[in-house]
T-cell receptor, first 113, second 112 residues
Framework: DGGITQSPKYLFRKEGQNVTLSCEQN?????MYWYRQDPGQGLRLIYY???????QKGDIAEGYSVSREKKESFPLTVTSAQKNPTAFYLC????????????FGPGTRLLVL | GIQVEQSPPDLILQEGANSTLRCNFS?????LQWFHQNPWGQLINLFY???GTKQNGRLSATTVATERYSLLYISSSQTTDSGVYFC??????????????FGKGTLLTVNP
C-alpha cells in the first residue's frame, strides 16, 4: 500500500533536548512538507522540499531543521531553540509543483516534559 | 500574506441535517482546497476547487473566485462527518505552487 508513515505517534521532549520526527513516503512524490498544528488552529508550514538535497523555509522555521538526503524521507529535528514545541506535527508529500496533490501522514504529537 | 477566515468556528448538528461552511480569503488565489481532519488527526483532501462547483457524494463545494469566498455543503450529515473542516488557499505570487495557507477550521459535531 502506498502512503506516508510518521513515527513516533507520541514523543516526549525534555527541556534543552533535540528530537527528530520521522517521515517516510512510498508514493514516489518529489515534494515533501512539514506542518505544525496547535490546538484550535490551522496548519502552519515549517519547511518544504521540492527535490532531494534541496529545501526551503516555510512560515515558522525558527527552531527547526530538516534534511532531504533521500526522495522517500524528510526528517524534522525540533531543536532546543524552539521554545514552545508542544504541538501536533504533520508531514505531507505531493507531486513537484502541485501542492493540490498533497497527501498527509497520520501525525506525531510532541509534548514537552 | 493571504488571510483565510472560516465560519462558523463550531457547528453542532443532528444526524441527517444539512450544513454550509464558509471560507473567505483576502487576495486572489490559484489554489483552494477543502480538507477534513478526523478526531484522530488524519487530514483528508476533499476538494481541489480554485473556482466553480464540484460534488462528491453528499459533499459539494463552490468557489466564487471573483468574490473571494468558497462554500462547502454537507447534506444528510452522518456521525462520521464529525471533525474539523479546513479551507486552504495558495496565492498567485512566486513560489505559491508550494505553499498553502490554512484557515482555523470549522469544528463539526454530528450527534446521532
Amino acid at each position: 500500500d502506498g502512503g506516508i508513515t510518521q513515527s513516533p505517534k507520541y514523543l516526549f521532549r525534555k527541556e534543552g533536548q533535540n528530537v527528530t520526527l520521522s517521515c517516510e513516503q512510498n508514493l514516489n512524490h518529489d515534494a515533501m512538507y512539514w506542518y505544525r498544528q496547535d490546538p484550535g488552529q490551522g496548519l502552519r508550514l515549517i519547511y518544504y522540499s521540492q527535490i532531494v538535497n534541496d529545501f526551503q523555509k516555510g512560515d515558522i522555521a525558527e527552531g527547526y531543521s530538516v534534511s532531504r538526503e533521500k526522495k522517500e524521507s524528510f526528517p524534522l529535528t525540533v531543536t532546543s531553540a524552539q521554545k514552545n514545541p508542544t504541538a501536533f506535527y504533520l508531514c505531507a508529500s505531493s507531486d513537484r509543483g502541485r501542492v493540490e496533490t498533497q497527501y498527509f501522514g497520520p501525525g506525531t504529537r510532541l509534548l514537552v516534559l | 500574506g493571504i488571510q483565510v477566515e472560516q465560519s462558523p468556528p463550531d457547528l453542532i448538528l443532528q444526524e441527517g441535517a444539512n450544513s454550509t461552511l464558509r471560507c473567505n480569503f483576502s487576495d486572489s488565489v490559484n489554489n483552494l482546497q477543502w480538507f477534513h481532519q478526523n478526531p484522530w488527526g488524519q487530514l483528508i483532501n476533499l476538494f481541489y476547487i480554485p473556482s466553480g462547483t464540484k460534488q462528491n457524494g453528499r459533499l459539494s463545494a463552490t468557489t466564487v473566485a471573483t468574490e473571494r469566498y468558497s462554500l462547502l455543503y454537507i447534506s444528510s450529515s452522518q456521525t462520521t462527518d464529525s471533525g474539523v473542516y479546513f479551507c486552504a488557499v495558495g496565492g498567485n505570487s512566486g513560489g505559491s505552487n508550494y505553499k498553502l495557507t490554512f484557515g482555523k477550521g470549522t469544528l463539526l459535531t454530528v450527534n446521532p
